[in-house]
């Protein structure tokens, strides 16, 4: 497998899979990168504009429709995990975010999620439930960034004010705040910046196992425990080297 290739060029964008749940998720051998975010705020679409390919991941203007846990691989290398969106799970009790349990088992337990992509609405003002939802990932140690979204539909004045609004209330809880970034799935703004960040990641992970005497893959002959020792390992800082 030939992982050298430029990210940026995506050769083969395939659906993997539609889990329910962390158990039925494909095995963990390539490093993951998903997409969370409130209900509507524009994952599937954000996925499908960095594969470069509309219809991999489904849209709909009606909110909660991503259910399960989508995975797609990129370049036989590593993958886009689309995630059910927050917000609008049913049953939804107070203090899981209003997330569900597989998202949450997913976040926490994943070896193998290099990076999560947090997206935020740029045309709203700092929302509860994202902020809410920053603060469990905090707490959780969840590797992630800031995607915010949409912005073709506001002006960029509007866009900068509600993300400075929103990086100010969430500033005591970080030494180093995550980075942040923009993107439109319909100007395509963003698309080179984020691949960007995933190459950086895979070649951090790359450059770690190489250091570590580690495949890049786990092996099968470790014991699923001993895997998961060594996966968790392989997830990057959450300060480098995209901050
Ligand atoms: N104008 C504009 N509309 C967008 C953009 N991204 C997504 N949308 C629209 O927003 C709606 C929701 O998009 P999705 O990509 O399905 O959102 P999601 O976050 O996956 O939603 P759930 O699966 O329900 O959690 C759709 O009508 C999209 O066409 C964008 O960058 N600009
Ligand atoms: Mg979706």
């Given at each position: 497998m030939d992982c050298a290739v430029s990210l940026v060029n995506i050769s083969s964008a395939i659906f993997d899979c539609s889990a329910p749940d962390l158990d039925s998720c494909p095995d963990e051998s390539l490093p993951e990168f998903a997409f969370i975010g409130r209900s509507n705020v524009g994952k599937s679409s954000l996925l499908n504009m960095l594969a470069g390919e509309q219809g991999l991941a489904r849209v709909s203007t009606t909110p909660g429709f991503t259910k399960l846990i989508n995975v797609f691989t990129m370049n036989n290398c590593w993958r886009l995990v689309d995630l059910p969106g927050y917000g609008f799970a049913q049953g939804a009790r107070k203090d899981r975010a209003r997330f569900n349990q597989a998202v949450s088992d997913y976040l926490e337990n994943r070896p193998n999620l290099s990076l999560v992509f947090a997206l935020i609405d740029s045309g709203l003002a700092p929302q509860a439930i994202d902020l809410e939802f920053v603060e469990w990932l905090v707490r959780h140690a969840v590797p992630f960034v800031f995607v915010f979204t949409k912005?073709?539909?506001?002006?960029?004045?509007?866009?900068?004010?509600?993300?400075?609004?929103?990086?100010?209330?969430?500033?005591?809880?970080?030494?180093?705040?995550?980075?942040?970034?923009?993107?439109?799935?319909?100007?395509?703004?963003?698309?080179?910046?984020?691949?960007?960040?995933?190459?950086?990641?895979?070649?951090?992970?790359?450059?770690?196992?190489?250091?570590?005497?580690?495949?890049?893959?786990?092996?099968?002959?470790?014991?699923?425990?001993?895997r998961i020792r060594e996966n968790l390992k392989r997830r990057p800082d959450l300060h480098r080297p995209w901050c």
């Open positions: 912005t073709d539909k506001v002006s960029a004045v509007t866009a900068q004010a509600n993300i400075a609004a929103f990086a100010d209330r969430i500033s005591a809880w970080f030494e180093k705040p995550p980075a942040v970034f923009t993107c439109s799935a319909v100007t395509q703004q963003g698309r080179q910046e984020l691949l960007g960040v995933i190459d950086e990641a895979m070649t951090a992970i790359n450059t770690a196992s190489i250091l570590a005497g580690v495949p890049a893959e786990s092996s099968p002959n470790l014991s699923l425990q001993a």
